[in-house]
């Protein structure tokens, strides 16, 4: 019989052979030194950290709000269980859009931290043609705090006693009704609100919700629609009345008021806006966890929860992987929440 076997291959093609296999093992061998070049300064940085010096937490609004609240709460325990001073430092303005960038550009080396709400993460990408960050690619999820319900105020010494009452006004008197917002969780339902009852009303941009709170206790805008933490003090001083809440269902903070859907017939909206702490992109896995621990542990203590739940907001934390998904999620909310409303990007 004829043989059929592979004849061997004849010297030359040996030699091709091992010099494309000594050729394959110098660029590995020569690789390595720039991979380990690469991971070096992400190693150096997460021993080092926190010693080296302080660390920030920026956040998006100002003194009073729920950012500000709950970022010193943050502050305290990092603190406490870093070892390491940590400031707060505000930086409010363009809807979030300052402190943002502030945190994106940032090194990644654990000594910024960014205390936000979906202001910045869900609907700004959705309010603005252009922003100076993506709210992706630009940060790190480090852990979810909690939702905070929006509620809808009005000056307690108007007669005003439900939304009815406001909107009745509003066409009694076209022309003179606005609204106060320092936030997209407070911007998005007063216009759903004016467009859906066909109310003639003008908005007004704030740097924060105390300012705006402030003008219409004041009398210089008709309503307001701001967090529930940050209304408590206008409201146990009798110069705010709160009317109506924000989300889909009535919240079990403020179960006596109805929500926007049930007081104005807006159907098929709802929104809850949430708090979380992000890092700058690329930070370090080991800076990741250690502050996520830190927060969550925080958030799970029982005084902490009711201390939470006595400034309007429901606890909700979550770690790195569970938060990168709801803020990838919330995106999609807020694109459909803020088309209802017919607010138009800038």
Do not use: C
């Given at each position: 019989?004829?043989?059929?076997?592979?004849?061997?291959?004849?010297?030359?093609?040996?030699?091709?052979?091992?010099?494309?296999?000594?050729?394959?093992?110098?660029?590995?061998?020569?690789?390595?030194?720039?991979?380990?070049?690469?991971?070096?300064?992400?190693?150096?940085?997460?021993?080092?950290?926190?010693?080296?010096?302080?660390?920030?937490?920026?956040?998006a609004f100002g003194a009073g709000s729920a950012s500000d609240i709950y970022a010193r709460m943050i502050a305290e325990r990092l603190q406490k269980g870093l070892g390491q001073?940590?400031?707060?430092?505000?930086?409010?303005?363009?809807?979030?859009?300052?402190?943002?960038?502030?945190?994106a550009r940032a090194p990644a080396d654990g000594y910024t931290l960014f205390v936000t709400t979906n202001t910045t993460h869900s609907a700004n990408p959705f309010l603005f043609?252009?922003?100076?960050?993506?709210?992706?690619?630009?940060?790190?999820?480090?852990?979810?705090?909690?939702?905070?319900?929006?509620?809808?105020?009005?000056?307690?010494?108007?007669?005003?006693?439900?939304?009815?009452?406001?909107?009745?006004?509003?066409?009694?008197?076209?022309?003179?009704?606005?609204?106060?917002?320092?936030?997209?969780?407070?911007?998005?339902?007063?216009?759903?609100?004016?467009?859906?009852?066909?109310?003639?009303?003008?908005?007004?941009?704030?740097?924060?919700?105390?300012?705006?709170?402030?003008?219409?206790?004041?009398?210089?805008?008709?309503?307001?629609?701001?967090?529930?933490?940050?209304?408590?003090?206008?409201?146990?001083?009798?110069?705010?009345?709160?009317?109506?809440?924000?989300?889909?269902?009535?919240?079990?903070?403020?179960?006596?008021?109805?929500?926007?859907?049930?007081?104005?017939?807006?159907?098929?909206?709802?929104?809850?806006?949430?708090?979380?702490?992000?890092?700058?992109?690329?930070?370090?896995?080991?800076?990741?966890?250690?502050?996520?621990?830190?927060?969550?542990?925080?958030?799970?203590?029982?005084?902490?929860?009711?201390?939470?739940?006595?400034?309007?907001?429901?606890?909700?934390?979550?770690?790195?992987?569970?938060?990168?998904?709801?803020?990838?999620?919330?995106?999609?909310?807020?694109?459909?929440?803020?088309?209802?409303?017919?607010?138009?990007?800038?």
């Amino acid at each position: 019989m004829p043989d059929r076997s592979i004849p061997n291959p004849p010297p030359a093609t040996h030699r091709r052979r091992r010099a494309s296999l000594r050729a394959v093992l110098a660029l590995a061998l020569a690789l390595v030194p720039a991979l380990a070049a690469l991971l070096a300064p992400a190693r150096a940085v997460a021993q080092e950290w926190p010693a080296a010096r302080p660390l920030r937490i920026v956040i998006a609004f100002g003194a009073g709000s729920a950012s500000d609240i709950y970022a010193r709460m943050i502050a305290e325990r990092l603190q406490k269980g870093l070892g390491q001073a940590v400031i707060v430092e505000s930086r409010p303005g363009a809807s979030g859009q300052i402190a943002a960038e502030a945190v994106a550009r940032a090194p990644a080396d654990g000594y910024t931290l960014f205390v936000t709400t979906n202001t910045t993460h869900s609907a700004n990408p959705f309010l603005f043609r252009r922003l100076p960050y993506d709210p992706i690619r630009d940060f790190t999820p480090i852990a979810r705090v909690g939702y905070f319900p929006f509620v809808l105020l009005v000056d307690a010494a108007r007669p005003w006693r439900s939304v009815a009452d406001l909107i009745a006004h509003a066409k009694a008197n076209p022309g003179t009704v606005s609204y106060a917002y320092s936030s997209s969780a407070g911007q998005i339902p007063a216009a759903a609100l004016a467009i859906a009852t066909r109310m003639d009303a003008v908005g007004i941009a704030y740097k924060a919700s105390p300012q705006a709170l402030t003008d219409v206790a004041g009398g210089q805008a008709t309503f307001t629609i701001v967090d529930l933490a940050t209304s408590q003090p206008f409201v146990k001083s009798g110069r705010l009345r709160p009317l109506a809440v924000t989300p889909v269902e009535r919240t079990s903070l403020a179960p006596d008021l109805p929500t926007l859907r049930e007081a104005a017939g807006l159907a098929d909206f709802g929104v809850t806006a949430w708090l979380g702490v992000f890092g700058p992109a690329g930070l370090p896995k080991p800076i990741v966890d250690r502050i996520s621990a830190e927060v969550l542990a925080l958030f799970a203590q029982d005084e902490v929860r009711q201390r939470m739940v006595a400034t309007g907001v429901e606890p909700a934390p979550a770690g790195p992987a569970e938060f990168e998904a709801f803020v990838r999620a919330q995106l999609d909310v807020w694109e459909r929440q803020i088309r209802i409303a017919g607010v138009k990007p800038e």
